[in-house]
């Protein structure tokens, strides 16, 4: 069994530590890199799902348009080849609408 003197000991533990502290070092390195991988693909899946949905929000506000265009197209004939019918209509939600006003002002 060999005897190692104070002063090569301390040497080997120094060097040990050393070495340690450099392992430490390229694992937080590592790290870091492997992080800023992680954080770019998150980014990159981000940008891609915000774009996405805008364009199916796109989608659905052009679907939302030409349905309104339906919904009037069909008011304004509806009123062209009614409009007896309409007059009437208004008349009657009118008085119905002046009735309840003097009623809760009547209250």
Do not use: W
């Amino acid at each position: 069994m060999q005897t190692e003197n104070p002063g090569t000991a301390f040497q080997a533990t120094k060097n040990d530590l050393s070495k340690i502290k450099n392992t430490a070092v390229e694992a937080a390195q590592d790290l870091g890199e492997r992080a800023a991988v992680h954080a770019e693909k998150a980014k990159n899946e981000f940008g891609n799902l915000a774009k996405d949905a805008q364009e199916e929000g796109k989608k659905e506000l052009e679907n939302a348009k030409v349905k309104l265009t339906d919904i009037v197209s069909c008011a304004k004939n509806y009123v062209s080849e009614r409009p007896l019918v309409v007059v009437g209509a208004a008349l009657v939600i009118g008085f119905l609408m002046g009735n309840c006003r003097n009623r809760s002002s009547n209250a």
